[in-house]
């Protein structure tokens, strides 16, 4: 299979294909900004990074660490370091995933499954590191007779040597054998995430930079710039992206348009279908007709 050099270009394929793409990234690819997807994705850290938002937690990264991200959450690399920022992403189809798991077997599970000390992120350990890589390097991109199919038993032993990964860390945090959840070193990180938390709890309320800032008793301007020095995107940025994310999930659930558009804090139908068909690339009705 094709390994990508893009993130956008990675994506539209599993996109287009229904099932999995990888990409390998280097610092000279723009990182994209705060955004949403329909796409499962996992982020593999190989040198470099520092800072990643999902939803509304900050992970402070390092090489060897992996993100786990569910669909329609928002995400983007807020921060990255001098040093070259090599990385492995992988967009998953979720009905791929799902079709591919078994009663005994969920392959969703790492994507899925949440709580409130494990968060999105594994360290993996550096015979995990290699193992990941090896995996990795059995994709390959040759056109020979049944590759479609060595490609796919190479990501099905990827995705339950990850899962399993995934569930000894789970275990190991409920035993309280684990070092602990990852704590953000942020100078502002306190402030953020309380203004995150209140963000995500109000969608549909009238969320203006004048109404948040009186409610957290802080200046409009000292609001701004903390949000952006720590997040690296905008607030009114990460409001949209969070409404839209929200959005997709009530289309998908079968809500109409105008009901959606409301429900998601949307003061009118047409800032709604002008912000969503940026986001998304097409309109509302129509990824609601995919959707179904």
């Known amino acids: 299979m094709l390994i990508h050099n893009s993130c956008r270009a990675a994506i539209q394929s599993c996109l287009d294909s229904r099932t999995f793409a990888a990409a390998h990234l280097y610092n000279d690819e723009k990182t994209m900004s705060?955004?949403?997807?329909?796409?499962?994705?996992?982020?593999?850290s190989i040198s470099g990074g520092k800072q990643f938002l999902i939803?509304?937690?900050?992970?402070?990264?390092?090489?060897?660490?992996?993100?786990?991200?569910?669909?329609?959450?928002?995400?983007?690399?807020?921060?990255?370091?001098?040093?070259?920022?090599?990385r492995i992403v992988l967009s998953i189809y979720p009905?791929?995933?799902?079709?591919?798991?078994?009663?005994?077997?969920?392959?969703n599970h790492c994507f899925t499954y949440r709580d409130a000390a494990f968060g999105h992120k594994l360290s993996l350990s550096s015979e995990e590191q290699k193992r990941f890589l090896y995996y990795m390097h059995k994709l390959s991109e040759r056109k020979e007779f049944g590759q479609d199919i060595l490609d796919q038993a190479a990501f099905?032993?990827?995705?339950?040597?990850?899962?399993?990964?995934?569930?000894?860390?789970?275990?190991e945090e409920e035993t309280g054998d684990?070092?602990?959840?990852?704590?953000?070193?942020?100078?502002?990180?306190g402030q953020i995430d309380a203004l995150l938390s209140y963000v995500n709890q109000n969608l549909t309320?009238?969320?203006?930079?004048?109404?948040?800032?009186?409610?957290?008793?802080?200046?409009?301007?000292?609001?701004?710039?903390?949000?952006?020095?720590?997040?690296?995107?905008?607030?009114?940025?990460?409001i949209t992206a969070k409404r839209i994310s929200r959005a997709k999930e009530l289309l998908a659930e079968g809500y109409s348009v105008t009901d959606t558009y409301a429900m998601c804090g949307f003061q009118d139908y047409s800032n709604f279908l002008k912000s969503f068909?940026?986001?998304v690339g097409i309109p509302p009705k129509k990824y609601a007709m995919f959707e179904q």
């Open 34 to 44: 705060i955004h949403i997807h329909d796409c499962y994705e996992i982020y593999y």
């Open 156 to 171: 099905l032993e990827l995705m339950a040597c990850l899962n399993r990964i995934f569930l000894l860390r789970c275990e």
């Open 178 to 189: 684990a070092a602990g959840e990852e704590k953000t070193t942020g100078a502002y990180h």
């Open 55 to 86: 939803d509304n937690r900050f992970y402070d990264f390092k090489p060897g660490d992996i993100f786990f991200i569910n669909q329609y959450e928002s995400h983007y690399l807020s921060q990255i370091d001098d040093v070259k920022h090599e």
């Open 277 to 279: 068909t940026k986001a």
């Open 205 to 238: 309320e009238e969320l203006t930079i004048q109404r948040l800032a009186s409610h957290f008793y802080l200046s409009s301007s000292y609001l701004c710039k903390i949000f952006k020095d720590e997040t690296g995107t905008t607030i009114n940025r990460y």
């Open 95 to 107: 009905d791929y995933l799902k079709r591919l798991s078994t009663e005994k077997t969920d392959l």
